[in-house]
């Protein structure tokens, strides 16, 4: 390594700097092939991070199959670097079990057990996921070629300062370290996946009243970085949220106090409790878990690409309207697609269940907006049962207009919903649901590409980030099958209730303890102990990240503000171009900062994705490196410390 050469830092070392790094492998022959010098600052194992490292239960799991999940930039992908081809978990795991992939560290004995029974279908461990993160960021990094020096720093950034350049170019940014030490760069990327947030003025006020009358209070945060060991074996808890941070206290409050699942001859589950056990009350505002991952195959044709949320659609649409609304020009096309592909499946896969033929029906709904009278006619007149007929609406909203007259009604009521959601998401008897999750998949992964963020109206993008992403994810990335019919057990058990829709908690200062209920339902109960389960929402200007709250204090970078009727409104999340430049409040970009992630205001991809889908974080990825190393080759190089090793860690 040449006594000068460019540097990058990046703070934050988990699977999206992984993925970065590994299209900068990809994209470096052409734009910047030079020497490289590249620090990873992080306090965990480079590659898995904080969310996906190896020391978490072992009983958490992905949410996703084996099959589904690959870092690699596949040839699905819409960029301008080249594909790279590799393994995603599944294919991963059969190579490390026959020894073709060998470049992976001895693994645990339990997880080579799990090697052995994972198939492609298997939900993997979180604990399995982080050893192919592990690896393909060890991958990355061999990639790069032999003139990239790649430090790893197992630290915490806390500031970035900004240098004037020297007469020799001299580095542009001083990053400082916990541990007090300094690296200089030309480029900082700050990638950090998801953090936590200090409390906001509700979550202070639910801490300080439990902390004043003795009782307990989870904040919105990561589930497994929460102690849950000051709730009692037997205490009631009150749980707000039944997301996937549900999913996950649910294994550490139950198999983890050393409950077990046992199998039923009905293929349900029996829980057989510890003793250890709380006693959970549940609710949010559905009232009902995400909708279970699909395991049941297409019985007809495949679902194709959009056919109404196309680039050419929305090109249109941006040529007449400078600005855009998602409710009203974007949405019904989404939902018209979604219909489109459910019911192609009820007519090729189970033409018993409609009347007349599929391609005079296409015909006919291919002229007719989604909400349309028209439309709803022409659904009734071809399937006759009303239930199998798609309403987006009653999925989104299940228990909307209904009111339950007591606690008996609203615990029947959940648990009919859960057994439908398995019996429709797991029989090979109800595909249509396969072909609608497909159908929404392909549209979420292309909404980004097609739709400029700053053509969409400030309603939109909070209808964007907020009831979309949220819709999407309640529909299509749900928790494994099995975590439904664990939650089954455990309400049968008596160990879980619910406490509807519409659900409220309030501190009540009377009685020293917290008090729920459901705006659907006259049911009022109490206890000591309240979690927010679900993740923090962003904000920048109250991060728990130092680097994050420095680069807002220090007025570089700068909260969203989206224009109301109300007036401005935060969303939290650091403003960043479309090329993810961190811009100030005057709206201009910082030169060698870039920032990328779910606390963004870009579209918030994540980390890894299915396999084949042109998946949104994959071309993001590839822009941001081509955007990189153009940088690097525009600009003189700083000093930089030679080195003959390859890769170093701190």
Known sequence: MPPFAPTIVFIGGGPRSAGILERLAANRNGLFDGPLAIHIIEPYEPGSGRIWRYDQNPGLLLNSTAADVTMFTDSSVACDGPAVDGPGVATWAAGVLDGSIRDVPQLETHLLEQLRTLTPASFPSRRLQSKYLEWFFRRAVAALGQNVAVTVHRDTATAVEHLAPGPDGGAKYRVRLASGGVLEADIVVYSLGHTDSQAGPESARLADFAARHG?????????????????????????????????????????????????????????????????????????????????????????????????????????AHEELDFRTQLWPLIAKDAGYAYYRELFTGHPERVRGDWDEFSARFDALDWYSRDRENLIAAAIP??????????????????????????????????????????????????????????????????????????????????????????????????RLREILALHRAGLLQFLGPGTWVRPDEASGRFVAGSFQSPVVVDAAAYIEARLPSPSVARSANPALADL??????????LPTSDGPHSTGKLLVSSSHEVLGPDGVRQAGLFAVGPWTSGWGAGAFARPGTNAAPFRENDALARRLLSELSAHPTSPAHPTDSHLLSF
């Open 385 to 482: 049962d009303p239930a199998l007929r798609l309403d987006l609406e009653a999925l989104d909203q299940p228990f909307s207009g209904c009111a339950f007259p007591d606690h008996t009604a609203v615990q029947r009521s959940v648990a009919n919903h859960i057994e439908r959601d398995l019996t429709l998401r797991t029989s090979p008897d109800h595909s249509e649901t396969v072909a609608l999750f497909t159908a929404l998949l392909r549209v979420y992964t292309e909404l980004g590409r097609f739709v400029p963020q700053e053509r969409l109206n400030s309603r939109s993008q909070q209808a964007v980030h907020g009831w979309w992403h949220g819709f999407f994810s309640f529909v299509d990335s749900g928790p494994p099958p099995h």
């Open 552 to 561: 807002h204090d220090a007025v570089w970078g700068t909260e969203q503000s």
């Open 215 to 319: 009782g307990f209070h989870a904040a919105p945060s990561y589930t497994t970085d929460v102690d849950y060991s000051a709730i009692a074996p037997g205490q009631d808890v009150l749980v707000s949220g039944m997301g996937l941070a549900f999913v996950d206290l649910l294994v550490l409050l139950f198999e983890g106090r050393g409950g077990r699942f046992e199998d039923r001859p009905d293929g349900g589950l029996d829980y057989v409790p510890s003793g250890a056990e709380p006693r959970l009350w549940a609710g949010s505002r559905r009232g009902v878990p995400y909708h279970s991952k699909i395991s049941s195959a297409l019985r007809g044709e495949p679902v194709g690409a959009p056919r109404y949320f196309t680039a050419d659609a929305v090109e249109l649409l941006l040529a």
